[in-house]
């Protein structure tokens, strides 16, 4: 009889993507995929480990299948991904609900691992995090429309606050070749918009080719048939080229849309916290990507209460937010994580840091107003994603699905998700635009 298995997914697209190559995998040895994780032979909880918030809903997921387990709807369980890289021997001991645990390194042994799991093995594998990328197909978990492309594997930026480096390895460049195969596989299988993704989407190339290959990679993609839209993300500011630049203004089919995590921008938290550049050179980078790529759409993402922040550090950073008014910004409260430096440096109280976020989230909530507002009575392309019996909603290239907001409109003609419509942007609700199409 057919045993079957159901994935649960958290954290990350880059996670997500590590999900769908076990899919796949699983299905080619002969496994039914169930979509709901109950009811079947074994979940496989694929995790997240890297904040406080992330690690409690691994476990909390984690727990609620050792319920389905212990009422024997769910036969066993395996927890792989960050979370399993990270405590390796805590989640077999202080989990009983458990049966295996497979690092990051060791994805690939999924199917070898639900076969010992029902010969009645534990399964506790971690190959090496820093082992050359292994090429996989996948079962996209994405609508059709969108798929998510993972260029390289790793991180070489060593923050201080950061464990990835750690639980993820020293940073691979894919082959070129191999990622325009899967972006030519993609884009045939009916994906319209395709976002890059890795670490550090800028670095790619350097320790495979011996220099930043990114620009060349997106010409090669934006010459795939059947692509509209290419969205970049996680770009590291210190690694933007004048011919990144360039490639992102001049190519038509590179959405302009930029993910640059910044975190801060005091020097003396940039140094403690090891990251590359200062101040100056972010204002440079900025002004320079402003003036260069109109219509351009910014995202970071900024860690409130970092380790020296006081209060005139904190103010500093929302002057610049004032100042700069990125369009799309994540703010997260400082988490001290074990096995990092700055854990061990001294850091506003958790309070304070969650304040600070609430501040920043509150002044960003008046940018975006503000750039809603700057849509009005323009018409815009909208990628279509959904219709609730009334009204059609969509993104704009300014908005990366999951992350982001959607578009609201009206029309008189029937569309399918995943088609491009023009909407003539009548207003704001929510944080989200409101419009009609335009025929």
């Not at 890297?50 to 909390?60: G, H, L």
């Not at 429309?145 to 639980?167: H, M, Q, R, T």
């Not at 972010?282 to 910014?298: N, T």
Request: aromatic share 8%; charged share 30%.
């Amino acid at each position: 009889m057919q045993k079957t298995v159901s994935f649960i997914s958290l954290g990350c697209a880059k996670n997500q993507i590590d999900c769908e190559q076990m899919m796949y995998l699983m299905e080619q040895a002969g496994w039914e995929i169930r979509p709901e994780p109950e009811d079947v032979d074994l979940v496989i909880v694929n995790t997240c480990g890297f904040i406080d918030a992330a690690k409690s809903e691994a476990i909390d997921n984690i727990l609620a299948v050792g319920q389905k387990k212990a009422e024997g709807r769910v036969k066993k369980l395996l927890v792989t991904g960050c979370l399993a890289q990270r405590y390796q021997q805590e989640i077999i001991t202080e989990l009983p609900e458990v049966d295996g645990v497979l690092g990051t390194g060791s994805y690939h042994d999924v199917v070898s691992a639900a076969k010992q799991l029902f010969e009645g093995r534990t399964v506790s594998e971690f190959g090496s995090v820093h082992a050359p990328v292994e090429e996989t197909d996948r079962i996209l978990s994405t609508p059709v429309w969108y798929s998510y492309l993972k260029i390289a594997e790793g991180c070489d930026n060593c923050c201080a606050f950061c464990v990835i480096p750690k639980l993820r390895g020293k940073y691979r460049s894919r082959a070129m070749e191999d990622i325009v195969a899967e972006a030519e596989s993609l884009a045939a299988g009916g994906t319209k918009e395709l976002i890059v993704v890795a670490q550090d989407t800028s670095r790619y190339g350097v320790d495979r080719y011996g220099e930043r290959r990114l620009p060349e990679l997106l010409r090669r993609l934006c010459r795939i048939e059947g692509l509209r839209w290419i969205r970049v993300h996680y770009t590291y500011p210190d690694e933007f080229t004048d011919e990144l630049i360039e490639t992102v203004a001049s190519e038509p089919k590179i959405v302009k849309y930029l993910d640059i995590p910044i975190q801060h921008v005091n020097d003396g938290i940039l140094k403690r916290m090891n990251r590359r550049g200062d101040k100056a050179y972010l204002e440079e980078l900025f002004d320079k990507l402003r003036a260069r790529i109109p219509g351009l759409v910014l995202r970071t993402s900024l860690i409130a209460g970092l380790p020296g922040e006081g209060e005139a550090e904190f103010e500093e950073l929302c002057d610049f937010l004032r100042k700069y008014r990125l369009e799309r910004v994540g703010a997260f409260a400082f988490s001290p994580e074990e096995g990092t430096p700055a854990a061990k440096m001294d850091y506003p109280d958790e309070e304070i840091a969650r304040r600070r976020a609430e501040l920043i989230a509150e002044l960003q909530s008046e940018v975006l107003d503000d750039y809603n507002a700057s849509c009005f009575d323009r018409t815009l392309e909208v990628l279509v994603e959904d219709w609730d019996g009334t009204y059609y909603y969509g993104r704009t290239y300014a908005d990366s699905p999951g992350i982001d907001g959607t578009v609201r409109f009206e029309s008189e003609l029937d569309h399918r998700p995943g088609e491009f419509v023009n909407v003539l942007i009548l207003g704001a609700e929510d944080g989200d635009l409101i419009g009609r199409e335009e025929y």
